[in-house]
């Protein structure tokens, strides 16, 4: 039997992974999710899909940096590192966000957060991450694979109960309580930012089929794209 190569704690620790910068160079044109529905064509023309006035209001959040990070929550150096990076502490109670400026943070499970940042950013971000932070820990680049849909509007909860089985009432789900659930027969990242706005974290594979859900089923009340 060959011997095997163990790393001693020290070794471990002195360990950086490996972190690359997803964003291409300038010779790259970044397309987000939706690119092919073209909604700054729509935004510009001042377009109303359905037939009413406008009572929603749809915009596109594109290119952000998406970040997946999983620490120990009662581990107190780790929360402090992650304040030092983010300018802001990750939020512990559940169903509950933060944000401060560009950034946000998002509440997923007791060890989890979702991080998001602009996304020229998000590879300095990770990389003070792996700076900062010590012992185990993860953090995942998940940028591209998602798109941050806003709606807002007089109509927005209403349309949203014909999408999500999750009560929107603004005594149980108040300004930045955050959801995980079904939408549209589909899953969505719920945020609540305003009595009358909500954002929207959907999957790149289903973004196309939310965007045309939302088309049909905002018909009664007229959708407005915004740049």
């Known amino acids: 039997m060959s011997d095997l190569n163990v790393m001693t704690a020290a070794e471990m620790a002195a360990t950086k992974a490996a972190v690359m910068d997803q964003v291409p160079g300038p ?7 939706l ?5 700054a064509s729509l935004a510009k023309a001042g377009t109303v899909l359905g037939a009413a006035a406008g009572g929603i209001q749809l915009r596109e959040h594109k290119l952000l940096g998406h970040l ?4 120990n929550p ?10 030092r990076v983010l300018g802001m502490a990750l939020p ?10 560009s950034y946000s943070v998002r509440w997923m499970s007791p060890d989890e957060w979702l991080i998001l940042v602009p996304g020229l950013e998000a590879f300095d971000v990770e990389s003070r991450f792996r700076d900062e932070m010590g012992g185990h820990y993860s953090l ?7 798109t941050v849909l806003e709606l807002s509007g007089a109509d927005v909860v209403e349309l949203l109960k014909r999408c999500t089985p999750i009560d929107l009432h603004p005594t149980v789900f108040p300004v930045g309580k955050v959801v995980s659930t079904v939408f549209a027969k589909s899953s969505a990242i719920i945020r609540r930012t305003g009595e009358q706005r909500f954002e929207l974290v959907v999957r790149r594979s289903f973004s196309d089929y939310i965007w045309l859900w ?14």
Not at 35 to 39: E, G, K, V, Y
């Open 35 to 39: 690119h092919h529905a073209d909604l």
């Open 140 to 146: 995942v680049n998940s940028s591209g694979g998602s």
């Open 214 to 227: 939302l088309q049909e089923v905002s018909r009664e009340f007229g959708l407005v794209v915004k740049a």
């Open 92 to 101: 512990l109670q559940p169903l509950t966000s933060v944000e401060k400026g």
């Open 74 to 83: 009662e581990n107190t150096d780790q929360l402090a590192a992650a304040e």
């Open 68 to 71: 997946t990070l999983r620490l």
């Open 27 to 33: 010779e790259v044109q970044g397309q987000s999710p």
